[in-house]
T-cell receptor, first 109, second 115 residues
Framework: RKEVEQDPGPFNVPEGATVAFNCTYS??????FFWYRQDCRKEPKLLMS???SGNEDGRFTAQLNRASQYISLLIRDSKLSDSATYLC??????????FGAGTRLTVKP | GAGVSQSPRYKVAKRGQDVALRCDPI?????LFWYQQALGQGPEFLTY????????KSGLPSDRFFAERPEGSVSTLKIQRTQQEDSAVYLC?????????????FGEGSWLTVV
């Protein structure tokens, strides 16, 4: 079993739609949680950190459930520019980051 | 420089050839990481440096892979006797300090194709 598992996708949604991605992790000792965004043929870039209390950044909302070892990302009012691969990331400490395989999102006009 | 710089951006190697991939981290960043990303997969951890010390090399797939950071800044990932399964993007990342939660910044990667 992979340490970090994500919805395989791809997700194809119209502009303005709300879309949610899920991620589960296997190591209960995981300390920090993130969502990264990766555009085609580009490097991953930090989208947002994920906190137990849940956090929001504009149209993006991230949730963490430590008991279920589950992370989610909600994107509201999707834009064409949101099209990318979204990577779920957990750290085991000392920046030992483990990535999921990513979920590909395509937002269509 | 402003970001993490990697070279070469693209490399085609014949099977059996040795390759060297260079990473210039953000100035002053203590931590440096190498990741391997195969097509359609997320990045897989290879190795981690804190300054010049290689603290974790558990992700290196075989003894053909070797990484160094002799002066605590620039790092080189060397792959000896390349095989087709080594074809991937090799991502370097750096962060100012170690410790969970510190943001790491990736370079654009070195795209290696072994033919």
């Amino acid at each position: 079993r992979k340490e970090v598992e994500q919805d395989p996708g791809p997700f194809n949604v119209p502009e303005g739609a709300t879309v949610a991605f899920n991620c589960t992790y296997s190591n209960s000792a995981s300390q920090s949680f993130f969502w990264y965004r990766q555009d085609c043929r580009k490097e991953p870039k930090l989208l947002m950190s994920v906190y137990s209390s849940g956090n929001e950044d504009g149209r993006f909302t991230a949730q963490l459930n430590r008991a279920s070892q589950y992370i989610s990302l909600l994107i509201r009012d999707s834009k064409l520019s949101d099209s990318a691969t979204y990577l779920c990331v957990v750290t085991l400490g000392r920046n030992d980051m483990r990535f999921g395989a990513g979920t590909r999102l395509t937002v269509k006009p | 420089g402003a970001g993490v710089s990697q070279s070469p951006r693209y490399k085609v190697a014949k099977r059996g050839q040795d390759v060297a991939l260079r990473c210039d981290p953000i100035s002053g960043h203590v931590s440096l990481f190498w990741y391997q990303q195969a097509l359609g997969q997320g990045p897989e951890f290879l190795t981690y440096f804190q300054n010049e010390a290689q603290l974790d090399k558990s992700g290196l797939p075989s003894d053909r892979f070797f990484a160094e950071r002799p002066e605590g800044s620039v790092s080189t990932l060397k792959i000896q006797r390349t095989q087709q399964e080594d074809s991937a993007v090799y991502l370097c990342a750096s962060s100012f300090h170690h410790g969970a939660g510190n943001t790491i910044y990736f370079g654009e990667g070195s795209w290696l194709t072994v033919v």
